[in-house]
């Protein structure tokens, strides 16, 4: 089963097409259709690594703020 997503990309690509279909098997990819998927499935990765850190960073800040420099306040 294809995905509809990969499938338009390369229908847009135009004039684009050949200078993917090189880099493709420069990368060692069989089709054009295999590297889109793996290119996509890198760009979800880093989208939710940054959401992870970014979750990871407020985690982080929230108990610094709660705290009190001193004992008597």
């Not at 090189?22 to 760009?43: P, V």
């Not at 800040?61 to 709660?66: H, N, R, S, V």
């Amino acid at each position: 089963m294809q995905n509809q997503e990969i499938v338009k990309i390369i229908e847009n690509l135009k004039g684009r097409r050949n200078y993917e279909e090189k880099r493709a098997s420069k990368l060692g990819f069989a089709s054009l259709y295999d590297y889109f998927e793996d290119k996509i499935s890198k760009q979800q990765k880093a989208v939710e690594n940054e959401k992870k850190e970014l979750e990871a960073a407020k985690d982080n800040e929230q108990p610094k703020a709660a705290k009190k420099s001193c004992s008597c306040c």
